[in-house]
């Protein structure tokens, strides 16, 4: 098996790392996924009046303390930026992990919603707006686990000291899972 | 730039790619290989094997139509759901499993990287995994057609709530797994997509820049473009319609507050990018072989780039011309007939400008460049008649006939056979060393393009005769099954037969030629640009020296040089 790293990799005609193009291609097409969803999502809203009082069965607090977990976790995925900058890979180590366990808390208030939505009786399947509610969340969820895995496999790399370019792309990454939040937010927990 | 290109040489020198690899197995050579010439041809005979059992769907139903009832020979009696699935799947697999893969994935695989002058693509194993995810769903897709229920039958574009409910569709496995298989062969594009577009933004050639990419480069990445741009909100879809289909959510349920014509947005939104998606491959090949077998100059590099463009920006704006009787407003429609009317300017510059290329040179008929021509004539056909389907107004008559499938027939076997037949006849020395029998890939090129005319005009005339598509016997509709009609659909039904024959000699020519052909040497065309420079085939690594880029790619029968061709890479 070749194992080796071509040359092709290594180039930078456009002076910008090619791991970090590569990362923002991906958010880019990340981006009409969730973008076509949400579309979707609002069509049906501007048609049916009655999906305000579903809005309104949804967990603002327990929304916004989740907005604000996510918003820390970004926080920490740019100190662990400017640690792997500097070559501090201790601290890049510990606040990558401190990231994930921004997503741990993200998703343990997720799991307690979802639980006490389906105990009330707003499953999958009672109205297109609960349908909606729990594609999106459960996509952007996906994205969450996601990003933890693979941030969990840089930590390891970056504490041997390789690899520190990649605390960059994953950050990004990280923001741009976090902004998709930002738009789900409103847009399910606090427009009635 | 300095160190970056001493650290090249180094490594280059240090790793000794052409005998290390010699040694490797056969399943780590050409199975799980990461080579990026080995994963196009992955992609490519993938593509052909599909293609085989797409062309198999339309032999049995162009026979029912030709003679309703009868048992077809080498398929049997076919059923009304048979034919549904036979239809559906046909024109799924010739999109996703043919046209796709070798015009973007296969041609974009090998090309690439030899053409902008680096050993592989940048992300080889990423590379893999796209194949293997793509190879996933072509097998998703044809275990649909074992399971209980059959495969799914409800047309390629898959409206629901036909295809949303088991209850109207009768397949209650074939429509999930129709669905599964096509999402992930978007995301094994996807893969392939982010691939494509930063090796060219990054892993050029020293020396190579925006002007001096080859237009096919350019053409596969913005294709790679488009898809990512217009694909997303089909990912959306795909997964709504999966949830209805398998959970009982209600997105596109009527019945519940769903709305069917959303989803025919979302798939319009994908599915008329699409078109431009493989066409501008095809556009690339073109540009490519005319230039090499007319000895001149492509006329206007950077008209044909802006025209690109343009066409990849309206792309996005035209999709609803596909729903004037779904019920959409009437003013939409007029916005949406203008635009799709504005899309064929920059498409009829591009031909224009190919038309340009081709006057006052000295041309060669060799089997690509009568692939190429053939193109620019059929194509052309599709284009106008797609005007008429454009405006709102004839398209209200002749939406949903024989017509509208004439037409982009018109439009896709131009693309995806005869533009992909110039690829290979073209690149063949490149890929497997050696050459292809001219002989027979002349009688190969004339028992393809003539057949194409008597299946398609006769569908034509149908559909301006009111013809609908979506019907497995005429014989249920008098009015429809006059002699006249019928005579019609039996010329088209004999000529496709005969262009499938025709395809044998190909596949002939194919085979013993990579064996037993001519060997090939390095640029047996005389052709300017980098891949031609390579050994045929290129080795792993594909250069010895990588090569620097002096000048743009099409300098043909420059005034002044003793030789025809100026190659990208010579210094003077």
Known sequence: MSSQVPIATGRSSTGIPTGKLAVWWVIASEIVIFGGLIACYLLYRFRFDHWSGFAGKTDTLAGAFNTLVLLTSSLFVVLAHQAAQRKDTKDAFKYLWLTI?????????????????ILHGYTFTTDNFWSFYYTATGLHGFHVVAGMVIMAIISFDVRKGNNLHRVENIGIYWHFVDLVWIFLFPLLYIAK | MANLSSSEALSHSDSGHDTHHEKMSFWSKYVFSTDHKVIGMQYLFTGMFMALIGGFMVYAFRMQLAFPGEAVPGFGNVSAGAYNALVTNHGTIMIFWVAMPVLIAALGNFLIPLMIGCDDMVFPKINRLSYQIFLLSALVLIASFFVPGGPFGGAWTAYPPL??????????LGAPMWVIAVALEFVAFLLGGINFITTTMNARAKGMKMYDIPIIVWMIVIASILFMASVGPLMAGAIMLLFDQTLSTNFFNPEYGGDPVLWQHLFWFFGHPEVYVVLLPAMGIVAEVITVFARKKLFAYKTVLYTTFATGVI???VWAHHQFISGIDPRMANVFTITTLLISVPIAEMLFVYIA?????????KTPMLFALAFLAEFLIGGVTGIHLGASGTDIYFHD??????????????IAIIAVFAAIYYWFPKMFGRMMNEFWGKVHFWGTVI??????????MLGMAGQHRRI????????????????????ATVALVIMLLFQIPF???????????KKAEANPWKANTLEWTAPSPPPHGNFKVFPEVYRPPYEYSVPGRKEDYWPQDSKD
Not at chain 1, 111 to 117: D, F, G, L, P, W
Not at chain 2, 401 to 414: D, E, G, I, R, S
Not at chain 2, 473 to 486: I, M, R, S, V
Not at chain 2, 507 to 517: A, D, E, T
């Open chain 2, 507 to 517: 596949l002939v020519n194919f085979f013993v030629s990579m064996f037993k052909g």
């Open chain 2, 472 to 491: 497995y016997n005429y014989n249920h509709f008098p009015d429809l099954a006059t002699p006249e009609l019928q005579n019609l659909r039996i010329i």
């Open chain 2, 163 to 172: 295809s949303a409910q088991a209850k109207f569709n009768l397949t209650p």
């Open chain 2, 401 to 414: 006939t024989y017509f509208v499938l004439a037409h982009f027939h018109y439009t896709f076997v131009p």
């Open chain 2, 357 to 365: 290329t081709l006057y006052g040179g000295s041309i060669q008929f």
């Open chain 2, 315 to 317: 792309s996005f704006f």
């Open chain 1, 101 to 117: 366990g921004g997503g741990f808390i993200f998703l343990i208030v997720k799991a307690y919603e979802y639980t006490s939505k």
């Open chain 2, 451 to 460: 057949p194409f005319n008597f299946i398609f005009i006769p569908l034509f």
